[in-house]
């Protein structure tokens, strides 16, 4: 299913979302010069061994060990609360919006490693012109924070303070959630490089991450970032098992870039 949904979807959407070209010519290229993409593995693995560990098993097959702080992990709903709505489940999600251009945020320069960094929207301003505007398709939206490089060191990816209870690391803030939820309705995915979409701060409250699956827009926690990717070159692939009602589960994440586009820009410095 997903072979058939990889080489027919994708290259109809990544032509249609970012290039002016004649999709069923492009097919062709796409089908026989897969040479010119590069497929990316953006998904942090899951463990047995982590801190804090709760168990996700099924009846027969899965036993793992599932956690805010590992594992790429996809939110459509909340899981074991009052608020839990059947109808917005990860199984539930359209292919369509499984499929997409993903855009690349790089804030990384501006978190710094300031575990104590929240992005709003005055952030941005350099992003607007570019790419929000240009957002006509369905698109999942990736805000890279340069925590990955963080991955290995538990307690400094996690957050875990000294009482081994409160959390501190950085996240988008609810008026950024509330901007995309309001202004860009093509947006049906939002990820970051974080163990949640909200600051450490907020666990318990997640405001951010509730503002968006209200509007109907899965988030996307842990996703790998530990590369370069351009920032508006790629199609994902979002997927996550077809398991029902169910809010959260564990998902495979891939970017098909075009090789050309794999290199950092150089930054010319001038010397007066």
């Known amino acids: 299913m997903w072979l058939l949904v990889m080489f027919i979807f994708v290259p109809l959407t990544f032509f249609k979302c970012f290039g002016d070209y004649n999709a069923a010519e492009n097919i062709n290229v796409f089908l026989f010069g897969l040479q010119n993409f ?66 690349i945020a790089d804030i990384s320069d501006k ?68 901007w995309i939820t309001s202004s860009y309705k093509n947006i049906v995915g939002v990820g970051v490089d974080l163990p949640t979409l909200d600051p450490g701060g907020y666990i318990d409250t997640l405001p951010a991450t509730r503002t968006l699956i209200n509007a109907g827009v899965y988030v996307l926690k842990n996703v790998k970032l530990d590369m370069y990717l351009p920032e508006a070159s790629c199609t994902a692939l979002v997927a996550p098992p077809k398991v029902g009602d169910v809010g959260s589960l564990p998902l495979r994440l891939i970017a098909i870039c075009p090789k050309s586009r794999m290199q950092k820009p150089q930054i010319l410095l001038h010397h007066l």
Request: net charge negative; hydrophobic share 30%; aromatic share 16%.
């Open 38 to 103: 590069e497929f990316v593995d953006l998904t942090q693995s899951f463990g047995n061994n982590y801190w804090n560990c709760k168990r996700y098993e099924t009846e027969r097959y899965l036993n793992v060990c599932i956690n805010d702080c590992h594992g790429t992990e996809i939110d459509a709903n909340y899981n074991n609360t009052d608020m839990f709505d059947k109808e917005k489940t990860v199984g539930n999600i359209s292919l369509k919006n499984l499929v997409v251009p993903l855009i």
């Open 111 to 178: 978190v710094n490693g300031n575990e104590n960094f929240v992005l709003y929207k005055e952030h941005l301003d350099y992003f607007l012109n570019n790419y929000f505007g240009d957002i006509t398709q369905p698109c999942l939206m990736v805000f890279k924070f340069g925590w990955s490089e963080y991955f290995i060191d538990r307690r400094k990816y996690c957050g875990i303070q000294d009482d081994n209870k409160t959390r501190n690391y950085p996240g988008v803030s609810e008026e950024v959630a509330q």
